[in-house]
Structures are given as C-alpha cells and as structure tokens.
C-alpha cells in the first residue's frame, strides 16, 4: 500500500502528464503554425520554431479563392448560431412532451427516437440530398440550418432524463393556478432545464462548428464556405499545400471553441449529471 503522504503528489503527477499528453497535439499544432511549411514535417526539426514565420498568420487571414478567413469564420458563425438555437428550443419542447404529457403512443414515439440514436449519419446522406434537392435548398444553408429546428434525439434525449428529475407537484400546482401546457413549459420548466440546455448548445456548438460534410455537400460559392471547408482549401493535392498558413488559422478556429468551453463549462457537468432541482 502507498504511504498516505505520497498519494497526494503522485495523483498530481500522474493527471500533470496525462495532462501533458493530451494536450501535446495542440501545442505541435501551435508550434507548428510559426515554421515554414516545408520544414514541418521533417524528422530533424524540433518542436520550437528555429525561425519563427510570423507571417503564417498574416498569409492565411489573408483567405483563398478572394475571401478573407474572417468571411470564413463569420459564415460558420451564422450557420453555428442559427442551428444550435434551433436545435436547442425544437428539443426542449419535445423532451416536454415525452417527460410530462401523455399521449396515444407516447412510449412507441420515444422508441423511434431513440432508434435514430442508432442510425449511422452516412445513411441519410444521399436520401437528404435528394430531398433538399428537390425543394432547391441546394447552394444555401437551409438544408444545415432548418432540420435543426425539428429536434435532435441526443439532446431530447438529454433533456427529457433532466425534466423526470424535477418534481411532479411544480406541474400540479402550475395547473392549480390556472396554466395551461404551453404556459407550463415556457413558465415553469424552461427556466428548470437551463442547465440541460447550456449543455446541448455547447455540444451542438462544437459538432457544427467543426462539421465538414454538411457544408461540402450543400454550399458551392466559396463566398459561402465555412471555417471546416477554408482549412481544407489550404491543402493542394498538385502543388505545395501551405501547411503553415492552414495550422496558423487552424489555432485561429480554436479560440471560439476554447472561449466557449471555459465559460460554460460548468454547464456540461450540470447538464450531464441530470441533478434537478438544487
């Protein structure tokens, strides 16, 4: 047995290089954006920069195909913000009606959605395709940002094992006072879900935020590429790809996606845990 005073120190070592291992690929990456894109790959060259190439940076904001990586960004911004809103609202109202109506094939319903769960992504591509095709969403981001606004089963999923934890009486008294099931849902147990919420938004930030498949299928003006799409611009199968600018503006991509894990992080283990009320 391990003497109680050497726990301390050794758990702390051991989660600092765990740390240190998980996080390595990022500082390569960072480390990587300040080297010339010839010098990258060799197995000579260290980790830091022997001369640092502060114009990746400069290079890759500069964009391809005539648009700057800031007319990246803010499209995939727009595209992110607009599905994740409506994937969040869409969900909640229908974990609502699985955790607190009841319905003619209430269990039935809740099955299939939870079969979809099981459903490979790369099976629906080619009947969506021709879907979307066929109503002329082509070359926009309906086909991303609309599906989003009928629910997605993870999150429903996430939300109605929230709303079971929360005491039926709130329901009996709402409906005492004179509300209706709307009023209920907006009134009472949307403020009590916002944890659950914070936690599918962060999760939907992310997929889309870094989702390539999506826009590669349906967006075909470079005007409209998003941020997944411009990094993959950078690499060129016939010429010399420029790996320097393409890292560069990869660690760029990141700062929105750190920026929103470290402000709500908090939200994901509270969302996760399913606590209820406090």
């Avoid at 990022?26 to 990258?40: G, R």
């Amino acid at each position: 047995m391990i003497a109680k005073k050497w726990r301390w120190p050794i758990y702390h070592i051991a989660a600092a290089g765990g740390a240190i291992l998980m996080i390595y690929p990022v500082i390569w990456l960072l480390m990587s954006s300040f080297k010339k894109s010839e010098t990258i790959f060799t197995t000579a060259n260290s980790l830091i920069p022997d001369k640092w190439i502060w114009t990746n940076y400069s290079d890759g904001w500069a964009g391809i195909g005539g648009h700057s990586f800031g007319t990246y960004i803010t499209n995939t911004l727009v595209l992110v913000v607009l599905a994740t809103i409506g994937a969040v609202l869409s969900s909640a109202l229908v974990a609502f009606g699985f955790g607190r109506l009841n319905f003619r094939g209430k269990k039935f319903w809740f099955a299939i959605m939870m079969v979809t769960l099981m459903l490979p992504h790369d099976v629906t591509l080619v009947p969506q395709y021709i879907l979307f095709s066929k109503l002329h969403w082509l070359n926009s981001i309906k086909p991303i940002v609309i599906p989003a606004y009928f629910g997605a089963p993870f999150f429903i999923f996430l939300m109605v094992q929230f709303i079971r934890t929360l005491p039926g009486e709130l329901d009996e008294a709402a409906t005492i006072d004179g509300c209706g099931k709307f009023r209920l849902f907006y009134r009472i147990i949307l403020p009590l879900i916002i944890p659950a919420m914070a936690t599918a938004a962060i999760f939907s930030f992310y997929w889309r935020w870094e989702d390539l498949i999506g826009p590669l299928l349906y967006l075909n003006k470079p005007s409209m590429y998003t941020v997944s799409m411009a990094l993959k611009m950078y690499l060129d199968a016939e010429t010399l790809s420029n790996w320097g600018a393409m890292f560069a503006m990869s660690i760029v991509s990141l700062i929105p996606v750190f920026a929103i894990f470290f402000f709500f992080q908090k939200h994901i283990v509270e969302g996760i845990s399913t606590s209820g009320l406090k």
